[in-house]
């Protein structure tokens, strides 16, 4: 009988965060799983009751849950879940010391952000103790990484790369359109880019970007295009999800990663953007250190991950020659495709999955 698997998150659908849950259960299943995804809304009145009645309705000899506030009030189903003798666990999306700062340098009231840093800190990571086995994506900070020190594994994000069509064009065109998605927070960076536009020797329309997402940091990012007056070379597109969002990629040149985690503290990041983006073929643009891609393989473009802006001039040049190579060399001439192989032989959400379902041996 195949290993049963429930992965419930607290999450609003068409999110990073919920395409991760989806992707890790399509990884489970290529590890011949039964895997069952459940995705629940983040009510503050109602979330942990809803976790509660997902977890007594559907059977299950590993349940993995997404790390957030609801999980302490429902500490008596966990436990009686291990008693039961299902596995636990719990996966850590942020370092606690890095969603702290995210919170400290918020517009929130000063209550607010007192009550959101005590969740963080306190409340949040007292389910940790409950699991089997934690998983995390970098080291914490302590107090944080004593908990449940002994039952922690450090991986990577992954994508489940089939699911994602190939967008191949950019190697045939002569255009420059940039995408960077995202739930737009300050540790984005995207502000980077836009200075860096603004900079550039290039006129418009020469360099475009499309801005996908919402967030706190959207209405800043508009008013930065206007103020710099660049407003008519950006699109921002809000959320995007299934065939809008595809479309949008098809028409991307390269993607843009994260430009801005070193506001929360430098640590290593394995963000599902640049994943997505790979999976898809496309050349990325990047900062900060992803342990995946610290050896900078060809179709990576490296920022400097500090406050000065992108260097646009100089990112444009590195695609013309990357360009240049797929449309001269037969050896390149596969580009799209063997970004995409990388992606899959990489980055994929089965192999995620078959790591937790070793470390639970």
């Known amino acids: 009988m195949p290993t049963r698997v429930l992965l419930l998150a607290v999450v609003r ?21 039964e895997a069952t995804s459940v995705l629940l809304r983040p009510d503050p009145r109602g979330a942990s009751q809803a ?6 309705s559907t059977p299950a000899d590993v349940v993995v849950l997404r790390s957030h506030w609801s999980l302490p009030a429902a500490a008596t189903e966990l436990r009686s879940l291990r008693r039961r003798g299902t596995s636990v666990v719990i996966d850590i999306p942020t370092p606690v010391s890095a969603g702290i700062r995210e919170i400290r340098r918020s517009d929130r009231s000063v209550s607010s952000r007192a009550t959101r840093t005590a969740l963080e800190a306190l409340w949040t990571p007292s389910a940790w103790p409950l699991a089997d086995l934690l ?32 967008a191949g064009g950019w190697s045939e065109r002569d255009s420059v359109t940039l995408v960077a998605a995202g739930a737009l927070g300050q540790w984005h ?13 290039r006129a418009e329309p020469d360099v475009r970007v499309t801005i996908v997402g919402d967030g ?22 809000g959320p995007l999800v299934g065939a809008e969002y ?11 990663g994260s430009l801005g985690e070193h506001r929360r503290g430098g640590f290593s990041i394995s963000t599902l953007k640049v994943r997505d983006y790979l999976a898809r073929g496309l050349p ?26 992108v260097d646009v001039d100089r990112l444009v040049d590195w695609l013309g020659s990357l360009r ?15 970004i995409r192989a990388f992606a899959a032989d990489r980055l994929d959400s089965a192999t995620r999955a078959a790591a937790i379902l070793a470390a639970l041996q």
């Open 51 to 56: 976790l509660v009645a997902a977890i007594r």
């Open 324 to 338: 240049r190579k797929v449309r001269n060399d037969p050896d390149c001439a596969s580009a799209p495709e063997r």
């Open 13 to 33: 659908e068409g999110t990073g965060p919920a395409a991760k849950t989806l992707d890790l259960a399509a990884g489970f299943r290529s590890c011949g799983c």
């Open 246 to 256: 595809d479309h949008v990629m098809a028409g991307a040149d390269i993607g843009v």
């Open 216 to 237: 706190p940091e959207r209405r800043r990012l508009v008013a930065l295009a206007r103020r710099l007056g660049i407003a008519r070379q950006v699109d921002f597109t």
């Open 284 to 309: 990325v643009v990047l900062a900060g250190d992803d342990p995946d891609l610290r050896h900078s393989p060809p179709f990576t473009f490296r920022e400097t991950d500090d406050e000065t802006a």
């Open 189 to 201: 960076g995207y502000d980077r880019l836009l200075r860096g536009m603004a900079a550039a020797r």
């Open 135 to 166: 998983v995390q994506y970098d080291t914490d900070g302590a107090p944080w990484r004593l908990l449940g020190a002994n039952r922690r594994v450090t991986l990577t994000n992954g994508v489940d790369v089939a699911a994602r069509p190939l």
